[in-house]
T-cell receptor, first 112, second 114 residues
């Protein structure tokens, strides 16, 4: 089946690293995504990783994929107040490009 | 460049009524998808259209329908509204019908059914 799970909340101090975790059930997924949603806004695609990759780095963002454990993580280095948002993990399939399954989101709070 | 625009931004309807939500994709984007986001949850896939054809449908009742017009804009229609239809409805567009192209989301239409 298709299911994506995330923890609901994460609180970190400004300047620390944030690590947001996600587990998924369908190992046939082709792409895994991280989206960011700020209050009152739509979803913003932060980054994505192909299922044949282990890691992807993009400036302050590092995505790690463990296919064996079906675990995806997003690390945000030097977390800033502007990083406060809800972060969604999502998976997509090359065989069915129309559908992307989202997790329930992790609310990231930044403490001064 | 304008992003994905949705109208209206907020809407209040009564149970049993019908609603039409509208979406204009980014210029040049031919694929449009609709998602429902209930408070506290992730978006749930409703429909995807590409080149005016339905390419995918999520697990939603027949009360939900959509269409895409020749200019690639799209409408989502919901009949016989239920209280449980209250949600943020998100429209997303991408250039082509491929996972290689990421979705750009609009800010959504907040529908409240009373």
């Amino acid at each position: 089946g298709e299911d994506v799970e995330q923890s609901l909340f994460l609180s970190v101090r400004e300047g620390d690293s944030s690590v947001i975790n996600c587990t998924y059930t369908d190992s046939s997924s082709t792409y895994l995504y991280w989206y960011k949603q700020e209050p009152g806004a739509g979803l913003q695609l932060l980054t994505y990783i192909f299922s044949n990759m282990d890691m992807k780095q993009d400036q302050r963002l590092t995505v790690l994929l463990n296919k064996k454990d079906k675990h995806l993580s997003l690390r945000i280095a030097d977390t800033q107040t502007g990083d406060s948002a809800i972060y969604f993990c999502a998976e997509g399939w090359y065989s069915n490009a129309s559908k992307i399954i989202f997790g329930s989101g992790t609310r990231l709070s930044i403490q001064p | 460049d304008a992003g994905v625009t949705q109208s209206p931004t907020h809407l209040i309807k009564t149970r049993g009524q019908h609603v039409t939500l509208r979406c204009s994709p980014i210029s040049g984007h031919k694929s449009v998808s609709w998602y429902q986001q209930v408070l506290g949850q992730g978006p749930q896939f409703i429909f995807q259209y590409y080149e005016k054809e339905e390419r995918g449908r999520g697990n939603f009742p027949d009360r939900f329908s959509a269409r895409q017009f020749p200019n690639y804009s799209s409408e989502l229609n919901v009949n016989a509204l239920l209280l449980g239809d209250s949600a943020l409805y998100l429209c997303a567009s991408r250039v082509r019908d491929s996972l290689l192209y990421g979705y750009t989301f609009g800010s959504g239409t907040r529908l409240t059914v009373v």
